[in-house]
């Protein structure tokens, strides 16, 4: 199975703040790792696919880059709608499909 | 808008079978996988397994040989089994949706929470 790895666990950030969460491969994943976020008892959201693509509906605060087995989410200007869970997913292999532990983005 | 809803109990038995049903509403199941995923604290976001619209199935070996999942077009819906549960089966379960050529989740059900309990 391909281990998916992110830091931090949890981050605490204010309004307005640049955020970065990092996700790590066990073994390389080319491109093939999407980012969810999860709000408080609702399900994932797709955020990114293919590590940088932009799912429609999406603010542009939201960015993804990486390759390989080194990706990261960057989210600017931190709105208080984006306190929540983020998880990162590989694609490249299954099965099985494997997700990250989970980044908490918390009010500092 | 394509939508997603799990069905079934709430609380199951340890040894027994679960059933899971997801329904599909706003559009057809061409060219996605199908796929079935829990989250509980303890394990996080676990992928359980897809089946894909030609009726191929994939589960996640973890889960050995107790997964079925299938599927009934006429109803737009596809299903889960999952045999000789035990405590650590307790989970919210998503049905999700996910494209074939780039096989994201892009559609989530909204959970259903099962109970492992005698």
């Known amino acids: 199975d391909i281990q998916m790895t992110q830091s931090p666990s949890a981050l605490s950030a204010s309004v307005g703040d640049r955020v970065i969460i990092t996700c790590r491969a066990s073994q390389s994943i080319s491109g093939s790792l999407a980012w969810y976020q999860q709000r408080a008892g609702k399900a994932p959201k797709l955020l990114m696919y293919s590590a940088s693509g932009l799912q429609r509906g999406v603010p542009s605060r939201f960015s993804g880059s990486g390759s390989g087995t080194e990706f990261t989410l960057t989210i600017n200007n931190l709105q208080p709608e984006d306190f929540a869970t983020y998880y990162c997913?590989?694609?490249?292999?299954?099965?099985?499909?494997?997700f990250g532990q989970g980044t908490k983005v918390e009010i500092k | 808008q394509m939508q997603l809803q799990e069905s079934g109990p709430g609380l199951v038995k340890p040894s027994e079978t679960l059933s899971l049903t997801c329904t599909v509403s706003?559009?057809?199941?061409?060219?996605?996988?199908w796929s079935w995923i829990r989250q509980s604290p303890e394990k996080g976001l676990e992928w359980i397994g897809y089946?894909?619209?030609?009726?191929?199935?994939r589960s996640n070996p973890s889960f050995e040989s107790r997964v079925t999942i299938s599927v009934d077009t006429s109803k737009s819906q596809f299903s889960l089994k999952l045999t000789s549960l035990t405590a650590s089966d307790t989970a919210v379960y998503y049905c999700a949706r996910a494209g074939g050529f780039r096989p994201a989740f892009d559609i989530w059900g909204q959970g259903t929470r099962v109970s492992v309990s005698s």
């Open positions: 997913q590989q694609y490249a292999a299954h099965p099985p499909w494997t």
């Open positions: 706003g559009g057809s199941f061409s060219s996605y996988y």
């Open positions: 089946i894909f619209h030609s009726g191929v199935t």
